[in-house]
């Protein structure tokens, strides 16, 4: 009875060391994902911060939002997402400037994918500022003056420099992608879906939580 339970704790051991390392060997660096070097400073010491790159005028970055949003809710109090609008194309900025206009003021939950619906959707286009105003205040109650105020404001335009700064830094060169912790970039041509990205920056994140010692409850 005892050589049966030694050998049956044999084969638990077994299996559970084989689920780790399958786990463990899922992703590979180099191939799956890169690391960052230097790695992009979040200045966050409490949150593991996972960027989101995007462009409203990007429709894969549309498509995206399908699967980026479910796992966004999802995610636990240690680790946060932080969209970072880029500007790789003529008249990009004034959709920047629209996303930290609209964030600034508190209302970018509610006006966020309603922007890629306008677009992508309803196929409207907007080419100066006046009349990214005049959209949200004709659907989200927003005062246009103060609206165009704020986005023609230093605050607005040192945000879309920041943006810039961000996605050079972290070597990023298409749209939508995703960054965790400022170390790990995710190769979705490679994972071959977005199911695949969403489970490798889920394990991507618990890597830091776990190498950062941030509180798990």
Known sequence: MKFAS???????????????????????????YTELSP?????????????EFFGYM??????????????HDKLPENVTLVRVPVVFQPGWDVYAKAYYTAESMGILEQTHQ?????????RKRFSTL?????????????????????????????KVRQSTNMFQRMQVTST?????????????????????LFELATFLADKEVAELSLNTQ
């Not at 050998?7 to 590979?28: G, K, M, W, Y």
């Not at 990007?58 to 796992?71: G, L, R, S, V």
């Open 6 to 32: 030694v050998l049956l704790l044999l084969a638990v051991f077994s299996v559970n060391a084989q689920d780790t390392q399958e786990s463990q060997s899922a992703f590979t660096s180099g191939l799956h």
């Open 39 to 51: 790695a992009y400073e979040t200045g966050n010491d409490e949150q593991v911060v996972v960027y």
């Open 58 to 71: 990007c429709p894969h970055c549309a498509n995206f939002q399908t699967y980026m949003k479910p796992w």
């Open 114 to 122: 309603a922007m890629f619906d306008a677009l992508h959707k309803e």
């Open 130 to 158: 006046e009349q990214v105003a005049d959209w949200y205040a004709e659907n989200f109650n927003v005062d246009k003056e103060a609206f165009l105020s704020t986005a023609k404001s230093f605050m607005i335009d040192s």
């Open 176 to 196: 939508p992608t995703l960054v965790i912790n400022g170390k790990y970039k995710p190769n979705v041509k490679a994972l071959g879906s977005y199911n695949a």
